[in-house]
T-cell receptor, first 111, second 114 residues
């Protein structure tokens, strides 16, 4: 089976940096995704890691350690529009690829 | 380039009824996955369709069934609705069963069961 854990809620200040952690357990790991979901909207893709290390994309970075079953999403220069849920998702291999999501971390950005 | 489209966007049903939700994948995509997202939760994997067959299934009862058509569009059927089936149902498309890219989501169908 699969298990993905991430904090339920986080609060940060506009302009600051926030790190959202995710730990996972899966038997057929084949990549880790981060998605952003604003309230009432569909999830949208942010980042993808399949090898260990840091992937940077503008204000967003994502890190993966496969040996530790650990990832984090780093958001820099926070803006009010970054208030959203951030979903950690693992692609599991087995008869085809399927993507399993964590419960999501709701981020509140305050002025 | 049309993205993933779902219909209806909202619907209300009563317990015991049946519902059908529809999804058209993004142009060029042939694999459709369905997810159930309860309020405040992450999307839960229901099943995945490829080449008109159910390829993988999550931990959902047989009341949840689906279909994929030759044009890659898909339907999700839920029978004998329960109050707990109230959720946002998301369709996600990708290219190929062993797709290495991200999922593209539709806006979802919000089902309320009274």
């Amino acid at each position: 089976g699969q298990n993905i854990d991430q904090p339920t809620e986080m609060t940060a200040t506009e302009g600051a940096i926030v790190q959202i952690n995710c730990t996972y357990q899966t038997s057929g790991f084949n990549g880790l995704f981060w998605y952003q979901q604003h309230a009432g909207e569909a999830p949208t893709f942010l980042s993808y890691n399949v090898l260990d290390g840091l992937e940077e994309k503008g204000r967003f970075s994502s890190f993966l350690s496969r040996s530790k079953g650990y990832s984090y999403l780093l958001l820099k220069e926070l803006q009010m529009k970054d208030s959203a849920s951030y979903l950690c998702a693992v692609r599991d291999r087995g008869g085809g690829f399927k993507t399993i999501f964590g419960a999501g971390t709701r981020l509140f950005v305050k002025a | 380039d049309a993205g993933v489209t779902q219909s209806p966007t909202h619907l209300i049903k009563t317990r015991g009824q049946q519902v059908t939700l529809r999804c058209s994948p993004k142009s060029g995509h042939d694999t459709v996955s369905w997810y159930q997202q309860a309020l405040g939760q992450g999307p839960q994997f229901i099943f995945q369709y490829y080449e008109e067959e159910e390829r993988q299934r999550g931990n959902f009862p047989d009341r949840f069934s689906g279909h994929q058509f030759p044009n890659y569009s898909s339907e999700l059927n839920v029978n004998a609705l329960l109050l707990g089936d109230s959720a946002l149902y998301l369709c996600a498309s990708s290219s190929g069963l062993f797709n290495t890219g991200e999922l593209f989501f539709g806006e979802g169908s919000r089902l309320t069961v009274l």
